[in-house]
Nanobody, 125 residues
Framework: QVLLVESGGGTVQAGDSLRLSCAAS????????MGWFRQAPGKERDFVAG????????VYAITLKGRFNITRDNAKNMVYLQMNDLKPEDTAVYYC??????????????????WGQGTQVTVSS
């Protein structure tokens, strides 16, 4: 079982940057694809970015590509989401998720097997 703990959220102004971190426990983390999702109040959980186990393959939500960057450090059991030029519509709870089985990074929530508790990001205009 892998446990995930997100951190780095907060309240920022439009145009600012934030880096979210996701700390994973468990020896199998480095073989799992990882992803970030977000959920705004009253809305569904949406895909943000995904990353293969090796960190080579990255996928992004089309509307976010260019502003967000997902990376991982398998030696430290960490996944990161760098968010630049933040906009009020980026306000949401951001979740880290892992996918077992040697699969590539999925883009829908049901493809992931375990989740963190989320971290709130609020962007004011």
């Amino acid at each position: 079982q892998v446990l995930l703990v997100e951190s780095g959220g907060g309240t920022v102004q439009a145009g600012d940057s934030l880096r979210l971190s996701c700390a994973a426990s468990g020896r199998t983390f480095s073989s799992h694809a990882m992803g970030w999702f977000r959920q705004a109040p009253g809305k569904e959980r949406d895909f943000v970015a995904g990353l293969s186990a090796t960190g080579i393959t990255k996928v992004y939500a089309i509307t976010l590509k260019g502003r967000f960057n997902i990376t991982r450090d398998n030696a430290k059991n960490m996944v990161y989401l760098q968010m630049n030029d933040l906009k009020p519509e980026d306000t949401a709870v951001y979740y880290c998720a892992g996918r077992v089985g040697g699969n590539g990074p999925g883009t829908v929530a049901h493809e992931y097997d375990y989740w963190g508790q989320g971290t709130q990001v609020t962007v004011s205009s």
